[in-house]
């Protein structure tokens, strides 16, 4: 993937520059192609939450935290269109992300979820709070604890092909593990 960042001054009354704003763009056209401003949120949240590292956050973490929270963030996405929420793809990339957020940052989650501008059902769902977020959350949770009696009800609910599931995941396990080494040669 291809991503361009440019740097863009936001000047105060006396044209001084104040500070900077990010434009993130994942390909050569100087389009962002996101018409749902939450959308268009997640997408530069989690863009930058990768180009600028994870791995910085949780650098005095163990290694399997912040591991553990890129492969949930894939496998999330990966349901995703299994559970019929393919427009919120990125979305619930961040769900998986931000998961385990506050074990990186040493901080309450609710906390942590006040601060952040991502949707308010992404927040629900990472507070247990129900919803088809959260369903998608659960089940991936049952995944890594192995809760296999939950796994099938659960399934079922979200329209999530069992046959598929394990190649799901060990795509993301692929996908973290290739990102995690670049990530590597980049910090």
Same mark, same amino acid.
């Given at each position: 993937m291809e991503t361009f960042i440019a740097r863009q001054p936001i000047f105060d009354m006396n044209q001084k520059v104040y500070g900077y704003?990010?434009?993130?763009r994942s390909g050569?056209?100087?389009?962002?192609?996101h018409t749902d401003p939450d959308q268009a949120t997640s997408k530069v949240i989690a863009d930058s939450f990768f180009l600028l590292g994870i791995q910085s956050l949780g650098k005095d973490k163990p290694?399997?935290?912040?591991t553990q929270s890129i492969l949930r963030a894939k496998f999330c996405e990966s349901l995703a269109p299994f559970s019929g929420l393919f427009r919120r793809s990125e979305d619930i990339f961040l769900m998986g992300m931000f998961s385990m957020i506050d074990a990186i940052l040493d901080r309450p989650l609710s906390e942590i979820l006040l601060e952040i501008p991502i949707a308010e059902d992404v927040k629900k769902a990472l507070l247990g709070e129900g919803n088809r977020?959260?369903?998608?959350?659960q089940?991936? =949770? $049952?995944?890594?604890r192995g809760e296999w009696n939950? =796994? $099938?009800?659960?399934?079922?609910?979200?329209?999530i092909d069992e046959g598929k599931v394990a190649r799901l995941y060990r795509d993301a396990v692929q996908w973290s593990s290739?990102?995690?080494v670049e990530a590597s040669t980049i910090s």
């Open positions: 704003e990010l434009l993130f050569l056209d100087n389009v962002f192609r290694e399997a935290v912040v977020l959260g369903e998608v959350y089940y991936v =949770l $049952s995944c890594e939950k =796994l $099938s009800e659960q399934g079922l609910r979200l329209g290739g990102f995690l």
